[in-house]
C-alpha cells in the first residue's frame, strides 16, 4: 500500500498549516470552477521543473486536479493553491472554505461503489501520492499532497501496491 | 477572448461568457472574420444588441463582410425570433432548425455551418437556467458529424455562478476550460474523443456518452487523443461498460487514463487498450 496519509484533527483555526518559506519559485493562485484546467496546467509546468516526471507527473496532475473539483464542488465554490519545492520533496497545499470533509470519505481507504461517478477523488489522491494530509478548521479544509522528488523524476524508494 | 474562435474548427461547441457589452460585440466581429476567412456559412442570432445594429457593426470592421452578406454566406437574425419564436424557448425546434440549416449549408456548398448567439436577460428568464443547461446537453450531438461548429455567447450577469458553471460544463469547450473534441461513426460503433476530460465539460461527456448505452454492439471508445482524464471521466467510461455489459466496450487510450482505468474499475468489464507502441498489454483489462 501507498502512504496513506493520516488526518490531522482541527484544533487550530487560521492558518492550517505553517506556512512554506516564502520563495520566488512558488506557484501560488486562487481557483473557481473555471480555473481548474489552467491551474492543473501551470501545476504541471511547475512540478515537470521541479523534476517530477512521467508517470508520477501524470498521477500528481490527477490528484491535485480531483482535489481542485472537491474544492469546488463541496468546499464552496473554489479554493487557493500554493505549491513549493522543499529539499527533494514537492508540495501542494490546496485550500477551500467549505465544510470539510466528511469522516467517512476522509479514511479513503475504501472505494466508493462502482456506480458512484464521484466521490472516489480522495481515495484514487491516496493511492498515487506519497503523502496526503487532510486538516479541517474552522476557516476551511486544506488538503497537502506531497511527492518525494528523485533525481530522476521517479520515488527514491521503490513503492509498493 | 480570440482564441476559441480563432481556433474554431468544425464539431467545436465553445461556450464563451463574458461580463461586458464590448466584449459581446467583440466576439461577434472576430467570429464573423473568422468565418469569412475560412468560408463557412455562418449565422448569427443577436439578441442583446438589434440586428440592424449588429450589421452595420460587421460592416465597419469586417472585412470582406459587405460581399459576403450579399451573397448570403452570413445571416444576421434577431435572436428573439429564433429562440423565442411564438414567445417561448423550445428546444426540439431549435435542434430541428440547426439540422435543416446544416443540410441547407451543405446543399449550398460550404464545407459547413458555424452558428453564434447571445443569450439575454429575455432568453435567460423565459427559458430559465434548467432548460438552457438541457438544451446545451442535448445540442452536443449534432455535433459529432463534423459539419457544424457554434459559440454560444452567456452573459454572466444574468445567471448565477452554480448555474453558469452547469451550462459551461455542458460544452466540450469552453474558453477557459479544458477542449474536448469527438467524432462519432455508427457502423462499427466508434466514439473517438480528443483534448482533455474534467469536471469543465463533464456534462458535454456525459451526453455524449449516455445513448451508446443502447448500442447493441461492441463499442470502440478512442480516447488516444485525450492527454489528461479525470477520476469522473473515467467512472463515466466505466459506468457505461457497466450498463452495457452484453456488449464489449473497449477504451483505445494512453497510458494515464489507462492507469485510472484499471484503478476505478475494479471488475475489469471495461477492456482497455494502450494506444500507443501496438497492443503491448493484450486486449484484457485483467493486468
Known amino acids: ?161 | 477572448m480570440g482564441n476559441a474562435i480563432a481556433e474554431l474548427r468544425l464539431g467545436d461547441h465553445v461556450c464563451l461568457t463574458f461580463d461586458s457589452d464590448d466584449e459581446r460585440s467583440d466576439a461577434f466581429v472576430d467570429f464573423t472574420a473568422a468565418g469569412v476567412r475560412g468560408g463557412f456559412k455562418m449565422l448569427l442570432f443577436t439578441m442583446a444588441e438589434s440586428a440592424e445594429s449588429m450589421r452595420d457593426r460587421l460592416r465597419e470592421r469586417v472585412p470582406g463582410y459587405q460581399t459576403a452578406s450579399a451573397r448570403g454566406q452570413v445571416e444576421v437574425a434577431a435572436g428573439q425570433d429564433i429562440y423565442l419564436a411564438e414567445g417561448r424557448f423550445d428546444a426540439e425546434r431549435m435542434l430541428r432548425g440547426f439540422a435543416t440549416a446544416m443540410d441547407v449549408a451543405e446543399r449550398q456548398g460550404y464545407p459547413g455551418l458555424w452558428v453564434t448567439a447571445d443569450v439575454a436577460r429575455e432568453l435567460a428568464e423565459k427559458a430559465g437556467p434548467e432548460a438552457l443547461l438541457a438544451y446545451e446537453t442535448a445540442v452536443n450531438t449534432l455535433f459529432a458529424s463534423g459539419r457544424l461548429a457554434a459559440v454560444c455567447q452567456y452573459d454572466r450577469r444574468l445567471l448565477d455562478g452554480t448555474a453558469m458553471e452547469h451550462i459551461c460544463s455542458a460544452h466540450p469547450i469552453s474558453f477557459d476550460g479544458a477542449r474536448l473534441r469527438f467524432a462519432l461513426v455508427d457502423d462499427p460503433p466508434r466514439l473517438a474523443l480528443t483534448g482533455e476530460l474534467d469536471a469543465t465539460n463533464r456534462t458535454a461527456l456525459a451526453a455524449l456518452l449516455a445513448p451508446l448505452a443502447r448500442v447493441p454492439a461492441a463499442l470502440t471508445v478512442d480516447a488516444s487523443g485525450v492527454t489528461f482524464a479525470g477520476v469522473e471521466s473515467a467512472a463515466m467510461l466505466t459506468r457505461l461498460a457497466h450498463l452495457r455489459r452484453s456488449f464489449a466496450t473497449t477504451v483505445v487510450c494512453q497510458p494515464q487514463l489507462e492507469r485510472l482505468l484499471r484503478l476505478v474499475d475494479l471488475d475489469g468489464v471495461t477492456l482497455v487498450r494502450r494506444a500507443t507502441g501496438g497492443w503491448p498489454n493484450g486486449d484484457s483489462a485483467d493486468a
Open chain 1, 1 to 161: 500500500m501507498p502512504d496513506t496519509g493520516s488526518e490531522v484533527p482541527g484544533s487550530r483555526s487560521g492558518t492550517a498549516f505553517s506556512d512554506p518559506e516564502p520563495s520566488g519559485t512558488d506557484l501560488r493562485g486562487v481557483f473557481g470552477s473555471e480555473q481548474i484546467t489552467a491551474t492543473r496546467h501551470a501545476v504541471v509546468a511547475h512540478a515537470a521543473a521541479a523534476g517530477l516526471r512521467g508517470t508520477r507527473l501524470e498521477d500528481f496532475a490527477l490528484a491535485v486536479n480531483e482535489m481542485m473539483t472537491n474544492a469546488v464542488r463541496h468546499g464552496g465554490g473554489g479554493g487557493t493553491l500554493c505549491q513549493w519545492v522543499d529539499g527533494l520533496v514537492l508540495t501542494c497545499d490546496i485550500t477551500d472554505d467549505g465544510p470539510g470533509i466528511p469522516a467517512e470519505c476522509r479514511s479513503g481507504r475504501l472505494p466508493p461503489p462502482v456506480f458512484v461517478a464521484h466521490g472516489r477523488g480522495l481515495w484514487i489522491t491516496r493511492k498515487v501520492c506519497d503523502a496526503v494530509v487532510i486538516v479541517t478548521s474552522e476557516s476551511g479544509t486544506t488538503v497537502r499532497l506531497s511527492m518525494a522528488l528523485g533525481a530522476d523524476g521517479t520515488r527514491p524508494v521503490d513503492r509498493t501496491r
